[in-house]
């Protein structure tokens, strides 16, 4: 059951070939079996899980289902889910038992999916290796001794080795796509506004979002259907209507216009992953897809621009972790400020702890204007930079990572190079755009992403896309060997 | 040396709105600490503002209000700065880009002059929580109930020049948000708050002298005290050779002193910056002009309209239009009376402001209503009472014993104006005291007053004074 | 810009971080390296370009003003690390 698609997974609980309960078990089985080597779940929520299992069967039984009813899900742990730990994997949050669901959870709820626990993820979304995790490193499924990408590593792990059907992530600079490319998944970023963030804690505000992780566009496509819409609870969310993102999967390519940027070839790229993001479009090509040459000439300060607004965000939005009201407080304060400085020194980790500090520092007096003024004037030419090309093309092209998965420790000393691992996927948050990461081959066994990056709210384009590669191709079924059993 | 003072006034207004800014919470005063602190409140991990809509309407009225100009885009911005009251380690404000811009306020000064203010901004932002100081165990108690309401900060310009002026001021703003609805007003539930800079210059120069900022002036009496007594700190700081420290100083009204705050003492550096979880607030000239349809008569246009349409001085006009309660008593008792606007007016300012003063009652809460007021003023107007009797209907109607004519009636207290009658009562005091009427005769005319008074006496009061007056004028000279 | 360990100490102050002495130096060199990495912003020309604060250019929206919450205090304070009399507790706010 554990290599079938959600679709098909439907179709077998739809039919009766299997309960939801049964499913349900099936995926806890695994968890039990795997989570020790990969680490990839913080919490597993086994009765909520056959609870939600039970009560999907009925609805299924009552002929009341919806697409996802009874299939089991991972969260990634920066949701926040009524009664159960959202420890946003820190230590400030090990104690914390959320009072009330995201907007998320509570449509997924809704829609009767199963929840089968709370992925792990880099401390409160800071990082691309999942290693600054108060809760310990996730490993790669291909390759345990190598990084699951970040910060949603342990979503990408768990779907990636089978131990869920598909997982949430969010991605703030490319922690979903990236994680995705590292471990062979389809992982979708919404355009900025499309998927409520209520109850989910907030890394930097303006370029937060939730989206799927899944082994194929289609499944990411079921989840988009339930996780996308307005929610008058989060000012940012966007009052569009929502498509069926399924509707429009099989349609030819025809006519369709790609660009690909020649600064997402250049310099830090690695060969193999550069000839294999470059087979992947000339596939396009022969699908019946034109390929323009273009340029995104401010690409090169996206990562510099992306390291101040997202710090500067972040200094804010955690100065709400004090000790005072929930979370982590430090023993036997002598007085305010020992509260303070105690409980937040303690309770965040070190790269946390790092971007508050740059943050803060990019907000302060006199430094204001020279960071801060700066990087959201160099954000606007960075989004203007694509509202050209959409003029000319229709999807936008290239590697999701310049590397495959790396070991793990390479990078974890020197911030600047495993800042430099979101080189390609920073810019579309900064203009706040839909991108998909789909896996399209391997490099010494380990899986490349293609990245497809659309205009806004074209994220039924980008998974059609997605899919008709999918329909030619088989990187995406591919199990990782230690985990096919 | 002659010193000149400078104030410039922050006036905090709560806006009456039934929720909170950024959360569907209840405003309201006075629960059971943090029960009306929901997880937006509380700064929850995930949760998110939503602006309220009647917040900005109540902002737009008072910038309209004042003359000033509506931003058609403003920002909110995120002040941060830890403080256990304050939940997300940031206050949702509003920096560069307010929602109401320059405008300007007349006060009008006792010796009759009135002068401009200017308004330099208002803008929009969430109220901090409480820290309660009593002792849990050496520990203070943060209530978040308060936290999240809606604030509209005034910033006025340093053109007030004395404590007299800064309460003008201040009580024009009061006056004119509750003329508004847009704020209750009560000072004691902290509703309505002011911080002062003050500053004091050598006469005639140009440049400001060094502010300090005044805080928890939370009355009148309390701003003009502190205000003054900053003044003479400073002055005598100056003229003993040393320098004004700007600083936060905390009025203590107990000891009737200003002193510096030390635990604010710490530069803070508020990292302002656009709050990303809001977007710009645009407001169209369709929606201004529809704000501006709801406002009600202005305190300065109802003023004026007394003065020329009821014939008041200005003093009589300030005095009825200080609250818009007050004006709306007037007007209502002055409909009641049947054009009586003169006694109205004499009666509102003179015995029921007496009465009111004098039971420490709002003209909100008077056991005497307008419309009894106006009822027993008609009666004074009619000849049904004197003026003289009418205080006692006024008392019997302040004890709750009812309305005019019924206690008139009750009490038998009906003006006789029955000529006839009168002059037989005339005749019968003239008959018994012959004395007196002999020596008025002879030329004692002040015994004139001691006939009027036997009269009323006999009559108890009740006989119409201007008839006793003229029958009895005629009845010493005729025979 | 180079920070020195006094910079950090002011930063972290601000942030209200406690750092230890021999963190000081570790983070004085991090967070110098990612100042000077953040500082390629400075060869680009951004003054004719207006700042950026949202990716979409939409509107703040307004709530309407109605009360939809109830007192949820005992299932917040559940999870507070120290309350008494339905009051959070910190040690003393000197005013």
């Known amino acids: 059951m554990h290599k079938q698609s959600i679709a098909s997974l439907a179709q077998g609980l739809r039919q009766g070939d299997f309960s939801s309960e049964e499913l349900t078990r099936h995926f806890l089985d695994r968890i039990h079996r795997y989570n020790g080597a990969l680490n990839c779940f913080i919490t597993v929520t086994e009765e909520v899980a056959l609870a939600d299992a039970r009560e999907a069967d009925r609805r299924l039984r009552a002929g009341e289902a919806h697409a996802l009813t009874g299939i089991p899900l ?73 990084v699951p990408g970040g910060s949603s590593g342990g979503s990408a792990a768990a779907v990636a080795a089978r131990l869920a059907p598909a997982a949430t992530g969010t991605d703030t600079g490319g922690s ?96 193999a992953v550069g000839e294999l993001v470059q087979a992947a479009i000339g596939q396009y090509q022969r699908m019946g897809a034109a390929i323009v040459e273009i340029s995104l000439p401010n690409t090169r300060y996206s990562a510099p621009t992306y390291y101040v607004v997202a710090p500067a965000e972040c200094s804010s939005n955690l100065s709400r972790f004090d000790g005072v009201r929930y979370g982590y407080r430090c023993e036997d304060p ?148 230690a985990f096919e059993t | 040396m002659s010193w000149e003072t400078v104030i410039g006034l922050e006036i905090h207004v709560q806006l009456a709105t039934k929720s909170k800014i950024f959360s569907a919470a209840s405003t309201a005063y006075g629960a059971e600490p943090n029960t009306q602190a929901c997880a937006i409140d509380l700064g929850m991990p995930g949760v998110l503002p939503v602006l309220n809509g009647e917040a900005v309407r109540m902002a737009v009225k008072f910038g309209l209000a ?128 002011c911080d002062a800079n003050v500053s004091v210059r050598p006469a005639g120069q140009t440049a400001l002298g060094t502010r300090t900022e005044l805080k928890n002036l939370n009355s009148f009496r309390f701003v003009e005290r502190a205000i003054n007594l900053e ?37 803070f550096d508020y990292r302002y910056f656009p709050d990303p979880d809001l977007l710009p607030v645009i407001l169209d000239e369709d929606y201004i002009e529809a704000v501006r349809e709801t406002l009600p008569e202005l305190p300065d246009a109802r003023r004026e309209r007394f003065m020329y349409e009821y014939g008041l001085s200005a003093y009589e006009a300030d005095v009825l239009t200080a609250s818009r309660e007050m004006a709306d008593y007037f007007e209502a008792a002055e409909r009641a009376s049947d054009g009586e606007t003169r006694l ?71 003006q006789v104006t029955d000529s006839g009658a009168i002059e037989q ?46 029958i009895l004028k005629q009845k010493l000279s005729s025979s | 810009m180079v920070l020195q360990r006094s910079d950090v100490e002011k930063i972290a102050h601000l942030a209200r971080l406690a750092v230890s002495e021999e963190e000081l130096a570790a983070y004085a060199s991090s967070l110098s390296d990612i100042l000077k990495f953040v500082e390629r912003m400075d060869s680009a020309d951004v003054s004719r370009v207006a700042p950026m604060a949202h990716p979409l250019d939409a509107v703040q929206r307004l709530r309407e003003d109605a009360v939809r919450e109830s007192s949820q205090r005992e299932k917040f304070q559940a999870i507070a690390p120290r309350v008494e009399a339905g009051l959070y507790l910190v040690p003393k706010v000197i005013e």
């Open chain 1, 74 to 146: 991972a969260h990634k742990d920066i949701f926040c889910t009524d009664g159960v730990r959202t420890s946003c994997a820190s230590r400030m949050l090990d104690n914390f038992i959320a009072p009330y669901d995201a907007t998320v959870i509570q449509s997924f709820k809704a829609a009767g999916a199963v929840m089968l626990g709370k992925a792990n993820m880099d401390e409160f979304a800071m990082g691309s290796s999942n290693e600054t995790s108060y809760y310990g490193p996730v490993g790669n499924p291909w390759d345990t001794a190598r």
């Open chain 1, 176 to 271: 979903i796509r990236q994680p995705a490319a590292l471990c062979g998944l389809t992982g979708l970023k919404p355009t900025y506004g499309r998927v409520s963030r209520y109850g989910m804690i907030a890394f930097a505000s303006s370029l937060d979002q939730g989206g799927p992780l899944a082994l194929t566009a289609q499944d990411a496509a079921l989840l988009m259907n339930v996780m996308a819409g307005f929610d008058e609870k989060d000012s940012t969310s966007i009052d569009q209507p929502v498509p069926d993102y399924c509707a429009a999967l099989d349609q030819p390519l025809d006519g369709l216009r790609i660009g690909v940027p020649r600064e997402f070839f250049g310099d830090g790229l690695d060969a």
């Open chain 1, 334 to 481: 002598v007085d305010l400020m020992d509260l303070y400085k105690r409980s937040r020194g303690e309770g965040f980790g070190a790269e946390v702890k790092r971007r508050i500090m740059i943050g803060t520092y990019a907000l302060s007096a006199g430094y204001y204007d020279a960071y801060y003024l700066k990087a959201q004037k160099l954000r606007q030419l960075i989004s203007d930079d694509f509202k050209k090309a959409f003029v000319e093309v229709d999807v936008i092209m290239g590697p999701t990572t310049p590397t495959t998965a790396f070991a793990a420790g390479d990078k974890l000393n020197d911030p600047i190079q495993m800042y430099l691992s979101d080189i390609y996927t920073i810019a579309v948050n900064l203009a706040g755009l839909p991108a998909i990461s789909i896996p399209c081959g391997f490099s010494a066994g380990l899986p490349v992403g293609l990245q497809i990056i659309g205009g806004y709210f074209k994220e039924a384009q980008l998974l059609h896309i997605a899919h008709r590669y999918q329909q030619e191709t088989d990187w995406h079924a591919r199990v990782p060997e």
């Open chain 2, 66 to 193: 004042v003359e000033a100009r509506i931003a058609p885009r403003s920002v909110f911005a995120r002040k941060n700065y830890f403080y256990p009251d304050l939940p997300k380690g940031y206050q949702i404000s509003q920096y560069e880009l307010p929602i109401v811009g320059l405008g300007h306020l007349d006060i009008h000064l006792d010796d009759g002059a009135s002068r401009r203010i200017g308004i330099t901004r208002a803008h929009l932002e969430e109220d901090a929580g409480k820290s309660l100081h009593e002792d849990f165990h050496g520990c203070s108690g943060i209530d978040l109930n308060r936290a999240g309401t809606p604030l509209l900060e005034i910033v006025s310009e340093p053109d007030l020049r004395s404590a007299r002026e800064a309460v003008a001021y201040m009580k024009k703003i009061h006056a004119l948000v509750r003329y508004l609805e847009i704020c209750d007003g009560n000072m004691q539930e902290g509703s309505f708050r």
């Open chain 2, 231 to 267: 003044v003479e700190r400073q002055i005598d700081v100056l003229e003993g050779g040393g320098s004004v420290v700007q600083e936060t100083r905390l009025y203590d009204s107990a000891r009737d002193e200003t002193r510096s705050m030390r635990s604010k003492e710490e530069a």
């Open chain 2, 344 to 414: 109205t007016a004499n009666w509102v300012m003179g015995d029921l402001m007496g009465a009111l003063n004098k039971a420490g009652l709002d003209i909100t809460e008077s056991p005497v209503s307008a419309q009894m007021l106006g009822g027993m003023i008609r009666r004074i107007g009619d000849e049904t009472i004197s003026g003289k009797i009418a205080k006692q209907v006024f008392a019997a109607m302040w004890q709750g014993e009812g309305d005019a004519d019924e206690i008139i009636e009750q009490k038998g207290l009906k």
């Open chain 2, 425 to 470: 009562i005339i005749d019968g005091i003239l008959a018994a005291n012959p004395q007196q009427l002999e020596q008025y005769r002879a030329g004692k005319e002040k015994l004139f007053g001691f006939f009027v008074g036997q009269v009323m006496k006999a009559t108890q009061g009740k006989a119409n004074p201007a008839q006793v007056n003229a």
